[in-house]
């Protein structure tokens, strides 16, 4: 039993298994916007002030590592009016951002494909991750432009380039190689996926990292996600027989 040292009473009174990694599927600002008769932009900016103060309380509790679905390589695909919010979001928060977690020593990463964002919003990214690469809390990584299927690709080709060169042995390939060229290359693999809004699907995200994922789907929209719905998804995580293939 890890120890829990958050201040909810609630928690207080059950022993919890305290995953190592969460990820979140940060899933349902635009339908909360639209059920309010309010642009989604809106619902962006209201599940932006969920994600900063999800994460903060993940840090407090003591979660090692939090991986947050923000904008996905499909995500391009919507309205051009709406991704180009996301962006001026985006560009705030990060700004924001630089002061935002050095109080709680957060190390803030990100992962996917940042050369299809604007330079500034590129240089913004570096920023954040240059500015917290020496704090020792728990490491936040940012899933921007990222898909799964393409960050399994480029991994293949990184391993092609390093196999033809020499670096690395084709008989030496197995899967803790392969993780090594994952954008998250020495971390654990998530204990535990969060996906509020009701929908049953994984959505490119983190699909060889979540071989063994414990999954929990919440019918509640983001900016509606409360502390009390990340205890509650710790807890059911906890009650969980996690056999790992075996018995």
Known sequence: MAFWNSKSEEAKKTDIILPEHIGIIMDGNGRWAKKRSLPRSVGHREGAKTFRKITRYCSDIGIKYLTVYAFSTENWKRPEDEVSALMKLFK???????EDFKDDSIVVKFIGDKSHFSLDLQNLMIENEESSKDRDGMVLNIAMNYGSRDEIVRAVKNISTDVKSGKIDVENIDE???SNYLYTAGQPDPDLIIRPSGEYRISNFMLWQAAYTEFVIMNKLWPDFEKSDLDEAINIYSQRNRRFGGV
Do not use: Q
Not at 92 to 98: F, G, V
């Open 92 to 98: 705030s928060y990060l700004n924001e951002a630089l």
């Open 176 to 178: 803790s190689l392969f």
